[in-house]
Nanobody, 123 residues
């Protein structure tokens, strides 16, 4: 269906900011809820945030609420995750995912995934 490629990860000091990108191809993101998930070493993949296929219905995990923001640029068929005031506990591999016409936060509902991009926050 839709192919996803994440980019923008890297090493940042605590309190810093980083912007991740998720470039979609094959189909328009206007038909998909786009979600961000992350997985830290030894832990299960967890929900971070999502944006509905209309561009509305944004929702975030409590752990990142107020610090992270999801947005999209239709002309580039790209979704972004802006991360501010980063903390060491934000360190993880971040994944972009797509769910066709499903307004969900459950990773089981997302059928397309990117390869992931590493985010490391140092203290």
């Amino acid at each position: 269906q839709v192919q996803l490629v994440e980019s923008g990860g890297g090493l940042v000091q605590a309190g810093g900011s980083l912007r991740l990108s998720c470039a979609a191809s094959g189909r328009t993101i206007r038909s998909y809820t786009m979600g961000w998930f992350r997985q830290a070493p030894g832990k299960e993949r967890e929900f971070v945030g999502r944006i509905g296929w209309t561009g509305g219905n944004t929702y975030y995990a409590d752990s990142v609420k107020g610090r992270f923001t999801i947005s999209r640029e239709i002309a580039k068929n790209t979704v972004y995750l802006e991360m501010n005031n980063l903390k060491p506990e934000d360190t993880a591999v971040y994944y972009c995912a797509a769910a066709l016409l499903k307004l969900s936060i459950d990773k089981a509902d997302f059928d397309s995934w990117g390869q992931g991009t590493q985010v490391t926050v140092s203290s």
